[in-house]
């Protein structure tokens, strides 16, 4: 299965839900590939936030060597699910989307709440973390039950 998760910036939390759900495949011995990418221009080529850096740290998942890119629809061909955190991702990633099959691809990763922008609020950082791992491991144990 390969898996992108998107946000805005991809710096802040889909740098988060990409480490963490690698972490947990890891753990699980799942063969599946997982990339995040953002939906602007705006931090091409940078590395995660640092404070998205320390919350990962803090909980023994590295983001420090990601590196920042724009989603486009060839991610449509090269990913089977794509997770966005908020519904203006949402918006803006089906707005890429070029028939109902690409459509398909893309969900909330909480399905129905929305993972806040905590770009201008340092408290938020922490239960960024928490709300994407929840979300990381429900995908999962979805997936395994199949
Ligand atoms: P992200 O957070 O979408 O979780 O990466 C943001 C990062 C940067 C900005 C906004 C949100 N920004 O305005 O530069």
Request: with cysteine; glycine share 4%; charged share 25%.
């Amino acid at each position: 299965m390969k898996v992108l998760m998107v946000c805005l910036g991809n710096i802040c939390r889909s740098p988060l839900a990409h480490g963490i759900m690698e972490n947990l495949v890891r753990e699980k011995g799942l063969d599946w590939q997982v990339d995040s990418a953002g939906t602007s221009s705006w931090h091409i080529g940078a590395a995660p936030d640092r404070r998205s850096v320390a919350v990962a740290k803090r909980y023994g998942v590295d983001i420090s060597q990601q590196c920042c890119r724009q989603i486009s629809s060839a991610d449509f061909d090269a990913f089977d699910r794509i997770y966005v955190m908020d519904r203006m991702n949402l918006r803006d990633v089906l707005a890429l989307a070029r028939n109902d099959e690409d459509r398909q691809k893309v969900q909330l990763l909480l399905n129905t709440e929305v993972v806040p922008d905590p770009y201008y609020n340092d408290e938020e950082f922490e239960p960024v973390y928490q709300m994407v791992l929840a979300g990381c491991r429900k995908i999962i144990d979805q997936e395994l039950q199949k």
